[in-house]
């Protein structure tokens, strides 16, 4: 059974920053890359970033250079960095993963940014 647990969301000024960690419980070195989404208030759920296992990663271009994606792989965990962020960041963000053909989702972690 796959889990990913996130953790490090909540409240944030514009301009702020905060940082988002997802810790899966199997090795996600099993998977070809790891993925945030967000969705926000009646809007479809989005695809925000994404890094392979390789190390490359990829960027909606809402966030091109503000946000960052890491992994640690010794720990299982993937990051998400936020930084200058905006009120229409404001969402809940998951993070994600597809495998054996199932793709697999956190609960999701709010963050909301007040301006």
């Known amino acids: 059974q796959v889990q990913l647990v996130e953790s490090g969301g909540g409240l944030a000024q514009a301009g702020g920053s905060l940082r988002l960690s997802c810790a899966a419980s199997?090795?996600?070195?099993?998977?070809?890359?790891m993925d945030w989404y967000r969705q926000a208030p009646g809007k479809q759920r989005e695809l925000v970033t994404s890094?392979?296992?390789?190390?490359?990663?990829a960027f909606a271009d809402s966030v091109k250079g503000r946000f960052a994606i890491s992994r640690d792989n010794a720990k299982n965990t993937v990051y998400l960095q936020m930084n200058s962020l905006k009120p229409e960041d404001t969402a809940v963000y998951y993070c994600s993963t597809s495998g054996y053909m199932t793709r697999f989702w956190g609960q999701g972690t709010q963050v909301t940014v007040s301006s």
């Open positions: 199997v090795n996600i070195n099993s998977f070809n890359a």
């Open positions: 890094i392979s296992n390789g190390g490359s990663t």
